[in-house]
């Protein structure tokens, strides 16, 4: 298997566009994950979703930031408008159901954004 | 709600040293305990992971950790680091309350010098 797949790997924007991140999970994993990673404040979980169906996302930072999943090989973060504050490191994981606990979270290898 | 704590931001040791990076967490009910690893511009692997039973657990690259309850740490270790052991940690911790999210500390950088 590929692993988890995020395109691009790097987008620099200018402040008020719209930014659309990219996501294919592991097939087979039903848990999807998206991260934001920065200095400040570490990784940080923004929504996750289980067979396709968002379950938490209380870690969106505002209603500028958007996720979908149309379907089990498919997700996207949109950010609209962004801002300055919104770069950071991006990253996307999928998973197994859980067993006795969580399952083991595959990592994708993040989107770098940087808006100026 | 939990909470991971990584005492240390930046542990600096030589090679063929051996290695503790710090790791309390927070929890009301019974927990799950990860450590995963980030090489440079890499997305994040997973090490170790404590689910239940023995509470020395044993993970990938000679890497092992403990789980101690009444301390609420579960610290990793390695008896005798390599240059490509150098990248940054992260310990997490999860509990069936959180819907098995996963709550990660802030990381520790772990640079092996020759």
């Known amino acids: 298997d590929a692993g988890v797949i995020q395109s691009p790997r790097h987008e620099v924007t200018e402040m008020g566009q719209e930014v659309t991140l990219r996501c294919k999970p592991i097939?087979?994993?039903?848990?999807l994950f998206w991260y934001r990673q920065t200095m400040m404040r570490g990784l940080e979980l923004l929504i996750y979703f289980n067979n396709n169906v968002p379950i938490d996302d209380s870690g969106m930072p505002e209603d500028r930031f958007s996720a979908k999943m149309p379907n089990a090989s498919f997700s996207t973060l949109k950010i609209q408008p962004s801002e300055p504050r919104d770069s950071a490191v991006y990253f996307c994981?999928?998973?197994?159901?859980?067993?006795?606990?969580?399952?083991?979270?595959?990592f994708g290898p993040g989107t770098r954004l940087t808006v100026t | 709600a939990q909470s991971v704590t990584q005492l240390d931001s930046q542990v600096p040791v030589f090679e063929e040293a051996p290695v503790e990076l710090r790791c309390n967490y927070s929890s009301s009910v019974s927990v799950y305990l990860f450590w995963y690893v980030q090489y440079p511009n890499q997305g994040l692997q997973l090490l170790l992971k404590y689910l239940s039973g023995s509470t020395l657990v044993k993970g990938i690259n000679g890497f092992e950790a403990e789980f101690n309850k009444s301390q609420t740490s579960f610290h990793l270790r390695k008896p005798s680091v390599h240059i490509s052991d150098t990248a940054e940690y992260f310990c997490?911790?999860?509990?069936?309350?959180?819907?098995?999210?996963?709550?990660f500390g802030k990381g520790t950088l772990l640079t092996v010098n020759p």
């Open positions: 097939s087979g994993h039903n848990s």
């Open positions: 997490a911790v999860s509990d069936r309350g959180s819907n098995y999210k996963l709550t």
């Open positions: 994981a999928s998973s197994l159901p859980p067993g006795i606990g969580p399952s083991e979270q595959y």
